[in-house]
């Protein structure tokens, strides 16, 4: 098979001279990363309207295999069905009491444990026991509340309202890099939550850039360049750039070697490099010619916030005797560790009401891009009435005039007029 030369072959063309950040280099305030009103609009408009990603297919293969996740005040499980994967609302319908609290299994019928009310697989409700209602009681009204549920790229998707603005439109080109990494078709191996005391935004900083390799993470450094960068101009609400993998190294791993075979679609250009790109509001991928990470940053409180990790890898390679992840997991699972002690850390300095915001440099334009992105759909006004949407994790109905937020979006809409030259390659 021929491979195509570089990924920028199969994107639109790179604005070279797109401003720098729209805040013309400098972060944002306090209240933007610390405030109660900040995380309040961010969970009712980002996290309670939009379309979120919250799994892979591979976990959930077989028919009754779930998952669960903690999203806001909310819960929700992906179950596969009869008709394929399907999200429902975490609790049961009689009293509320939370339906599954393992993060993973594989079940055929879902069985309430406060007063035994059963549900199949299909969210339906079977049977009623020790509840004796049968006389006046519909199942067919009770069974599990559904969210709507798709799928894309081998990534499971889920919207909590009615007005989540479209799919595919928001994906816009993240499809390029799915597709060549066969991102539909990978094996998850290694799972693993991280809980971190800090602002959920500060993490997805932290994993989209690569400025403090050479400080915080001897392993990578060693074997990533973080200075033979660049970040894409993409089309869509998604956010990347690209780095290098030194010479002398194929693998991103504690050895920097594998024995692997790179996948078969990556270009040319790209097996030497890690394509970082992030879905937004919060699912970063790390993809490289070996393997694929998927990690999320779910956010708790303004303070607070879990991080989700997968490792995948291509099925021709998890079908070999001799496989393993070992030397890929212990190198991310140090880093993991290395960066929340990080971000809790800055999450600490900037808590100081007196933190005055610093300037970035063109390496840290992804982080800005993503501020720049949460300030516009959580500006004064922006998309009026999006607030209150059926399960909308913590939405209150009324909308408090908030200074601070006010200023962040003016930021927003000031984009690029203090700006110098971007580029696409650094
Ligand atoms: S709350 Fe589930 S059966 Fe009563
Ligand atoms: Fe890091």
Known sequence: MTRASSMFDLISDQDEDRPYFETGGIGRSHEFYTGEEQFRREMSRIYGRRWLPVDHVSRLKEKGAYSTLNIGSGSILLIHGDNGIQGYHNYCRHRGYKLVEEATGKRQSLVCLYHCWVYDRNGKLKS??????????????????????????????VALSDDAPDLDESLGEFGAFAEVY????????????????????????????????????????????????????LEGDIVGAWQSIRTGYNSVSMSGRSPRTPM???????????????????????????????QWVWPESPGTCFVRHFWL?????????????EDVFALWDKANYEDWEMCERTHRGLSNPLWVPGQLSYDEEVMAQIDAWVAR???????????????????????????????????????????????AER
Request: aromatic residues 10%.
């Open 128 to 157: 009623l026991n020790g509840t004796y209602m049968d006389h006046f009681f519909d199942k067919e009204k009770n069974g599990l509340l559904p969210v709507r549920t798709e799928v894309r790229f081998g990534v499971v998707f």
């Open 182 to 233: 066969d991102l539909a078709d990978l094996e998850c191996v290694e799972a693993k939550d991280y809980p971190v005391a800090s602002n959920w935004k500060l993490v997805a900083h932290n994993v989209n850039e690569s400025l403090h390799f050479p400080t915080a993470h001897k392993d990578l450094h060693r074997i990533t360049d973080f200075d033979d960068a660049g970040t894409y101009d």
């Open 264 to 294: 078969p679609n990556v270009p040319e250009g790209d097996l030497q490099k890690i394509n970082w790109i992030t879905i937004l509001p919060n699912l970063l991928f790390g993809f490289t010619a070996d393997y694929v990470m998927m």
């Open 313 to 325: 890898f291509h099925p021709t390679e998890t079908a070999k005797s001799d496989f393993s992840h």
């Open 377 to 423: 759909e959580t500006a004064e006004g922006a998309e009026a009435g999006a607030e209150g949407g059926a399960g909308t994790p913590d939405a209150p109905a009324a909308e408090p005039a908030g200074a601070s937020a006010d200023s962040e979006a003016a930021a927003a809409e000031d984009g690029g007029k203090a700006a110098g030259p971007g580029k």
